[in-house]
């Protein structure tokens, strides 16, 4: 299959599935929705989702929390991973935010980088979701999923190198979608340890699925060569 096809096939099959593909994170506000990205790194959405009332109902804007003390922050997310530097990176970036853009979370991929604890996939969640631009953050779903389907070849072994094949393959005006696509299906069908392929619309424009037949074809071609060969063995044992 060419890769413009298995891409057609792909976003065809998810516009019919899931026309409505949204973040699982809770926030009220842009401000809100990077503290809840910076808080759901190597962390799930639902644990973030199970701290963030309480945060937000403490420091819901950058102007407190960047007058809150790191340890009142740990406390409301010390049951999220890495609390410690979370809570630090949170604090630092509120203050970041007062003093150099007004309070306001900037919109440009280069000032959101500048912002401790914000990376590339970080400023690329906010431009996708919060101003809905065309942005396609890669996470460890994105980045398995491209591989396990083949949107991307083995060769690209970054989260920057896989962003770069799929916003080369995706209509701009669908590449914010097609990120929560990807997510959501390495989150629930395409899962890491064991892909539920039985249930998967995508078996036949997926790589891996069709790799896996060959080689299941192959061991019964060879099961039943042995099986054969056995056969044809104890027949002439027989004859001897
Ligand atoms: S067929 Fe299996 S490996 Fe391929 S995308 Fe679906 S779940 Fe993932």
Redesign the pocket.
Known sequence: MQQKERYQRLIDYFERTMPVAETELNFGSPFQLLVAVILSAQCTDKRVNMVTPALFERFPTSEAMAEASVDDVFALVRSVSYPNAKSRHLVAMAQMLQRDFGGEVPQTLEELVRLPGVGRKTANVMQAVAWKRAAMPVDTHIFR?SH??GLVPETAKTPCAVEMILTKNIPSERLGTAHHWLLL?GRY???ARK???E?????EV????AA?EKAAAKAEKTSNGDKKALKSKKTSEKLA
């Open positions: 999923v396990r389907i299906h069908v395409c899962q892909p539920k392929c249930e998967c619309g995508l078996r997926c790589k891996y699925f896996g």
